[in-house]
């Protein structure tokens, strides 16, 4: 499976268009800017295109201004315009596959990006699909294409938000699935245009589109998996005095079982791992067998908002004019996307009870973005301080390891009630317990 450098036929000067420029488009329009092919951004929202345009992006993503402010108006260019596909060697697709009411992904983003493709495609060009589709999609496109003459690429895209442009240029695999993988054509161009990671880690996946499609929806879905495992876990901690980070400490030692995703605290969230994980259950639908793990996983991630939000309410009683201090607002820490958030989640729940709110996260954006959701129903503080000031309870919601690092022998001194719910398990429990805090974390 691992693909050797080969014989491959040369394209000079090679132009580029990525289709959509979110939080994949965007870092995948820079990222290839930065290894030097000439790049079109194309997106319909034209505020999108006006703000990157003036330098500015419409995401919170580390080192992705920087790479902006290098090479935009050089080799990467911002337009609405579909015209600038004519001239490409490559388009890549990058727009959203959101959830639909039935759990299914929604492609109605995709296919009408690829009808607006279509019309300026020029002969040989290649139609690479980086946003997450289900299985039969690449076929799909192709078949909408099949006047064109064109070659259609599956290339899931891996990056995590919060570590994109690391991620973009350590990627550890890319995974190209083809119609047909023996055939050069539309190999060598997706080889030549990721010439830039042969010398590096990363390992390339030659496939069938079928393949690709599912390697996303599979990683995704054991990642899940593996969360929900350990928040199960933690249910067990909790009645018989174990510690679940001791337990995922001794786990994570074993290789074969891996030290990442086996924290327990609120479960996943975010724009990937729900629409993800559902996604996958129908795809065994439709095909008339019922995914047992993948659901009870899924099933296991639901209830843990209300079983955190039970164990507040109930220590407080009742929760009406209570202040509560909730340390994070997006799904993860360093993003400003609240897609699918549990720290978002906890917030309904809480004003529901008629308690107040105020919250912090360390990017501005992810604040901006909470102020769109709940306008003035919360308080948005620009500092943790601000945030625990006459506070009855503290929420964790967001991984952040830097709350560890706040002041909170200053703060044991500004919150109205020493009360400490961590839903991520973040915080040094002896440290906090030290200024006289009550410490509650999940599973511990
Ligand atoms: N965000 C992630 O961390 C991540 C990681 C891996 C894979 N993915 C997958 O990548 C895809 C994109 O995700 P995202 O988070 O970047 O989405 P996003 O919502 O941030 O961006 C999508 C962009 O596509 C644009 N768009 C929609 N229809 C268009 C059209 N017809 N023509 C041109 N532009 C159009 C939108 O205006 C938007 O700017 C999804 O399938 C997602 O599941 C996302």
Redesign the pocket.
């Known amino acids: 499976m691992h693909e050797k450098k080969n014989e491959i036929t040369r394209v000079d000067k090679m132009k580029i268009a990525v ?9 995948q329009s820079v990222g290839l800017a930065k290894i030097g092919f000439d790049v079109f951004g ?4 034209e505020n ?1 295109i006006k703000m990157l345009n003036s330098g500015k992006i ?2 919170w993503e580390k080192d992705v201004e920087e790479l902006l402010k290098k090479y935009n108006g050089k080799n990467l260019k911002f337009t ?1 315009d ?1 015209n600038a596909i004519k001239e490409c060697d490559a388009v890549f ?6 959830q639909s009411d039935d759990g299914t ?1 929604d492609l109605k ?2 296919f ?2 690829v ?3 279509k019309p300026y495609l020029k002969k040989n060009a290649v139609v690479v699909i ?4 289900p299985v039969g999609t690449n076929r799909k496109v192709k078949e909408l294409l099949k006047e064109c003459k064109c070659d259609v690429v599956s290339n ?6 919060g570590s ?1 442009i690391k991620d973009f240029f350590n990627t550890d695999r890319i995974v190209l699935g083809f119609e047909d993988k023996t055939k050069h054509e539309a190999r060598d161009r997706l080889m030549n245009i990721y010439e830039y990671f042969y010398n590096k880690k990363t390992k390339f996946i030659i496939t069938n589109w079928e393949s690709a499609e599912l390697i ?1 929806y599979a990683s995704n879905s054991f990642l899940a998996v593996k969360i929900s495992f350990m928040n199960e876990l933690s249910h067990l901690c909790n009645c018989i005095g174990a510690d679940i980070t001791e337990v995922a400490k001794g786990m994570g030692c074993d290789k074969r079982i891996g030290e990442h995703f086996l924290n327990a605290g609120l479960g996943y969230g ?3 791992f729900p ?2 994980v559902n996604a996958l259950m129908k795809q065994f639908c439709q095909n008339d067998m019922e995914a047992k793990i993948i659901t009870a996983a899924d099933n296991v991630n639901s209830e843990l908002p209300d079983v955190f939000f039970n164990r507040v309410s109930k220590r407080l009683k009742n929760l009406e004019g209570k202040n509560i201090a909730c340390l994070g607002v997006a799904f993860k820490p360093n ?1 400003d ?1 609240l ?1 699918d958030s549990r720290a978002v989640e906890l917030k309904h729940k809480f004003l529901n009870k008629k308690a107040n709110i105020k919250c912090f996260d360390y990017v501005g954006g992810a604040m901006d973005n909470a102020e769109k959701i709940f306008g003035d129903k919360i308080k948005i503080c620009k500092t943790v301080n601000e945030t625990v000031e006459g506070a009855d309870a503290i929420i964790i919601a967001t991984e952040y390891d830097e709350f560890n690092d706040e002041d909170w022998e200053y703060i044991a001194e500004l919150v109205n009630e020493k009360l400490i719910f961590d839903g991520r398990n973040i915080l040094d429990e002896k440290k906090v317990k030290k200024h006289g805090f009550e410490y509650y974390g999940v599973g511990r």
């Open positions: 289709i959509g420029t979110g939080y994949v488009g965007l870092i194309i997106d319909i929202d999108k419409p995401i609405t579909f697709i990058c727009v959203g596959t959101p992904a983003y995709l009408s990006a009808e607006s493709v980086k946003s997450t589709v899931p895209e891996f990056l995590k938000e994109a996303k975010g724009s990937c629409k993800d993003t996307d897609r």
